[in-house]
């Protein structure tokens, strides 16, 4: 199945989002919402996928389609109707929660590093360090390049490499 690996853009799934939290939605609504012009592409992609489709018109001048989800979408991302998507609430409680796993300022991956050196400075960031410098350069590239609290540890590391000599 060729189409379990794709990737999709950002845009893309946010009005996809869009259409399944707000349906029927038009394609205005989706760009008042998102702030920015949704790109043709995008509702022709998931039109062919047949994760949306026109439910409708919206009785204004210009009678815009009214975007809905269909039976695929659901088959697609195993649900079984529209109220097993989660709810605002849910979405809001993964947020916050991804939110108290980072730092501010600094990416996933800098985290999980910060969390990593944490969890082991008293013994191992430090004894390592002390033993040779052939193992400290791959610590220290990752903490020096981002800011937070792995500098300071390079700096104790630094000093302590300095005292032996």
Do not use: C
């Not at 799934?13 to 995008?42: D, F, K, M, S, W």
């Not at 605002?88 to 993964?94: N, P, T």
């Not at 990416?107 to 360090?129: C, Q, R, Y």
């Not at 193992?135 to 590391?157: I, N």
């Amino acid at each position: 199945m060729a189409g379990a690996s794709r990737k999709y853009s950002r845009a893309l799934l946010e009005t996809l989002a869009l259409v399944a939290y707000r349906q029927p939605i038009t394609r205005g609504e989706i760009e008042q919402i998102r702030g920015v012009a949704v790109n043709p592409n995008i509702i022709k992609t998931l039109l062919e996928r047949t994760w949306i489709r026109v439910v409708g018109h919206r009785d204004v001048p210009g009678k815009p389609e009214l975007l809905g989800t269909t039976r695929e979408f659901l088959d697609y991302f195993s649900l079984k109707k529209l109220d097993d998507l989660p709810t605002l609430a849910q979405l809001k409680e993964l947020e916050d929660l991804r939110v108290q796993l980072t730092l501010p300022g600094a990416g996933p991956e800098v985290a999980a590093e910060t969390g990593a050196v944490s969890e082991s400075d008293p013994l191992s960031a430090d004894d390592d360090e002390e033993q040779g410098s052939a193992s400290a350069p791959d610590s220290d590239g990752g903490q020096d390049s981002d800011s937070g609290s792995p500098r300071p540890h390079g700096l104790v590391a630094s000093g302590a490499q300095d005292d032996p000599n």
